[in-house]
């Protein structure tokens, strides 16, 4: 049997977008408000800890008693206006795809694999990312697009897993998901996934002992990626449809 689908996650996995376009946005939606604070660049990454941006604020403030304490209904009002200044970074075509990551794309699209995207994001922030960067037709090259609120509950849940699971009509064990992080990690595997990940700044201290392989990035013919924990640790490789195949169906946790 071979392998069905490749589930994405999209931040840290498909674009490295929490420093420099989620952070920045969150921080433009602080000033819009007047809000006395701002986050810098190891707060954010602490705060990563929290998925979903509006759950990460919140967790914020209730850390900080000294800081205005905001109502759901402003918190929903300011992570809105975020994911339009976020939307506007995408549409001026400020951020790349990580490298690798539109080279396995046409890969599996050569081999008639389906992919499909389970990420926290907003659906908007993932449209307006794979429309810069895969062009006007980039969203619909994915099967399934499960994104943000669509499910009670944000990674590490399984949630967002077991419905583009569903959407997809695959069971878990046919499918491959790549993620970036500790709480993708925890929620794919909870789904029942086998996972790839690579890793990002924000994310290479974390524990990804329960993942297939850790990579450093996907990479590329002339500059390979680096595999990180597995049974081939050091080597260099290109991850393509081929390799993860191999990787699914060897099911070796090293
Ligand atoms: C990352 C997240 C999101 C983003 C911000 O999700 O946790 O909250 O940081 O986006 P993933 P929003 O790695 O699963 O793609 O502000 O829209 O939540
Ligand atoms: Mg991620």
């Not at 300011?78 to 690798?100: C, D, N, S, W």
């Not at 590490?156 to 046919?174: E, K, S």
């Not at 993942?211 to 996907?218: G, S």
């Not at 990180?228 to 060897?250: H, Y």
Request: net charge negative; with cysteine.
């Amino acid at each position: 049997m071979p392998l069905r689908a490749l589930i994405f996650d999209v931040d840290g996995t498909l674009a490295d977008t929490e420093r420099d376009a989620h952070r920045v946005a969150f921080n433009q939606a602080f000033a819009a408000a007047d809000l006395p604070f701002d986050w810098d660049v190891p707060t954010y990454g602490y705060y990563l800890k929290v998925t979903g941006g509006k759950e990460r604020l919140r967790s914020f403030l209730n850390d900080h008693p000294e800081y205005p304490q905001l109502g759901d209904a402003d918190i929903a009002r300011i992570h809105k206006q975020k994911t339009g200044f976020y939307v506007e970074m995408m549409e001026a075509g400020l951020l790349p795809l990580r490298p690798g990551v539109e080279r396995l794309l046409n890969v599996a699209r050569e081999v008639g694999l389906p992919i499909a995207i389970a990420t926290t994001t907003t659906p908007a922030n993932v449209e307006s990312l794979l429309k810069s960067t895969l062009g006007k037709d980039g969203p619909g090259r994915f099967q399934t697009i499960g994104a943000g609120d669509i499910v009670p509950h944000k990674k590490p849940a399984p949630d967002i897993y077991l419905y583009v699971l569903r959407q997809l009509g695959f069971p878990a064990a046919d499918c491959l998901a790549l993620e970036d992080s500790e709480n993708g990690l925890r929620s794919a595997v909870s789904a029942g996934l086998d996972t790839v990940i690579t890793q990002t700044e924000y994310t290479q201290n974390q524990d990804f002992s329960a993942a297939l392989r850790v990579l450093d990035q996907l990479g590329e013919p002339q500059a390979p990626a680096q595999i990180l924990q597995g049974r081939e640790a050091g080597a260099r490789v290109v991850v393509d449809v081929d390799l993860l195949t191999q990787w699914w169906k060897e099911k070796t946790q090293y």
